[in-house]
């Protein structure tokens, strides 16, 4: 896991020796909502199944670009269980599962806050990247790994408590374009048997976080 941290840490080293820059680390704590995935290519290629919900933590560290707008990059993780139906070719039957998942977003948010006054900031973004996820069938004893595309859309707003700690409130809702499905990590078939369908996850979160602000600012750039 110390590689998604990688990038994350090496730009709170700059935000920190940033003073003439509006720098803010934000992290987040949210509970993501269950999730059902399924697809149907034949009856011996199918999956139907859950992914639950839980806590969605993470961090970012976001720049203030010009007055109002931002740029952040942010990792997010949820551990979670996907139950599941499944045709398995080597077995030659249906079968169910409960797999282990980690789930790990990686996203370029662009971001765009309103001034209301000193103490309340809306904002609202969208958000682009990856999600890596890591999933292990314990039936079979198989595991693997997948990346694909991810995007995201939030809306929220800051509280300030001080000028450089303040509170957040949002909802959010993160996707994994094909990220459910096939034998790669789902290990629900065969070396070269697995299920060929896949199913966009589509996950919805409330919560928030803190975000803690560095460097310079200005009344009507926060």
Not at 100 to 119: E, F, P, Q
Not at 138 to 166: C, H, M, Y
Not at 205 to 214: E, Q
Request: charged share 10%; glycine share 14%.
């Amino acid at each position: 896991m110390k590689k998604y941290f990688f990038a994350l840490a090496a730009l709170v080293c700059l935000a920190y020796s940033g003073h003439s820059q509006n720098v803010r680390l934000n992290v987040y704590g949210n509970y993501v909502f269950n999730d059902h995935i399924s697809s149907y290519y034949s009856s011996t290629s199918y999956f139907d199944g859950t992914v639950n919900g839980g806590f969605l933590w993470g961090g970012g560290l976001e720049f203030m670009l010009k007055q109002y707008y931002s740029a952040e990059l942010a990792y997010l993780r949820l551990d979670t269980h996907v139950p599941i139906n499944y045709y398995d070719y080597n077995a030659g039957r249906a079968k169910t599962a409960n797999l282990d998942a980690n789930l790990n977003y990686i996203l370029l948010h662009l971001g765009r806050s309103v001034h209301v006054n000193d103490k309340v900031e809306p904002y609202g973004g969208i958000g682009l990247g990856v999600c890596i996820i890591d999933a292990k069938n314990p039936t079979q004893n198989t595991s693997g790994s997948v990346t694909k595309f991810a995007w995201d859309l939030r809306a929220g707003v800051n509280i300030w408590a001080t000028e450089s700690v303040g509170l957040k409130l949002q909802v959010q809702l993160l996707s994994a374009v094909q990220g459910a499905g096939g034998g790669l990590y789902f290990g629900t078939g065969g070396a070269g048997a697995g299920i060929s369908t896949y199913s966009t996850m589509l996950q919805f979160a409330i919560g928030g976080g803190l975000t803690f602000r560095f460097g310079g600012h200005s009344s009507g750039q926060h």
